[in-house]
């Protein structure tokens, strides 16, 4: 089997906590978008934000393991080869961290938008997990 080839691993900086839960959501439906962009570019891309804040694993609204999953995940994007901004909803403050902390290392950024946001929104927001495993595949 012929894999195709992945270019580069890729730390994606997207909004995560919103103002309300309406909010949060859809940033979660925005860095899957950010992923998706980044596989169609051939990388391979890593949202820490999506990661640590599931069920069971941390919880965001401890500060302390907030900031623990925020440790964790700039361990992991410290070691990529790039991080991209993906600011079609602004740049938040954890963005903004993750910024400078890219700047002192200095690993390369990129700035990105996503073409036909609202499509591709739309399209994320319908999608079912493939199996039913019960609410797992969030």
Known sequence: MDLPQIT???FIESPFKGENWGLTRRNVLYARVCMADCVSRSESSYASHLLYTQTGILDDTIEAERLLG???GQFIGDRCDLRAVYQ?????RGMQFGIQRAQSLPQPIEYRNIADLDRKMAKMAAAKP???LDGLLF
Do not use: C, K, Q, Y
């Open 8 to 10: 580069r691993l890729v």
């Open 88 to 92: 079609d909803f602004g740049i938040s």
């Open 70 to 72: 925020i440790a964790a």
């Open 130 to 132: 493939p199996i039913d």
